[in-house]
């Protein structure tokens, strides 16, 4: 029994770690649930105004994911971190997070720049792009952790 549970246990880590994002997964959905049934982002679409703010986060988080590329990049390719780093596949999950998160923060900027603002769905994916960005941002911020605290590896 044991055997099985550490075997579900392993596929669930590889499942969960490598290839999917889970806090997409698991929180948009429920966020989209809510906001069909109760229209929580009705104030929100309201004022113009919020989407040029959005558009303007989004840029800064923009420049926070290319930092995190940057300071990777800048670690030296021998390193024991970097080859560890790449060892166990997260180098190409961590390009991911900063290519994904850098789209969906562009989707709310080009919403902006071409005034999408007036149609209520894609406001919504406006919305919903920036706070999957938001997910890989925290992503980012995790493995920026672990690049500072590791490196001496």
């Known amino acids: ?11 669930l880590n590889i499942i969960v770690f490598k290839y999917i994002y889970m806090t997409i997964l698991i929180f948009l959905p429920v966020l989209f649930y809510f ?12 004022e113009s105004s919020n989407v040029s703010s959005l558009a303007g986060i989004s ?3 923009i420049g926070f994911l290319l930092t995190v590329a ?28 900063i290519v994904l998160g850098t789209f969906f923060f ?32 925290l992503a980012a911020m995790y493995y920026l952790y672990f690049l500072i605290v590791k490196n001496d590896l």
């Open 70 to 97: 940057t300071i990777y990049s800048s670690l030296p390719s021998d390193s024991k971190f970097k080859t560890w780093f790449k060892k166990y596949g997260h180098h190409k999950i961590f390009m991911r997070i």
């Open 106 to 137: 562009m989707l709310n900027i080009i919403f902006w720049i071409f005034n999408i603002s007036t149609v209520f769905i894609i406001n919504n994916i406006g919305i919903y792009a920036f706070i999957s960005g938001c997910f890989e941002v």
């Open 1 to 11: 029994m044991k055997i099985i549970i550490k075997n579900i246990k392993n596929i």
């Open 35 to 46: 906001d069909q049934k109760y229209n929580i982002f009705d104030l929100f679409n309201k």
């Open 59 to 61: 840029g800064s988080f």
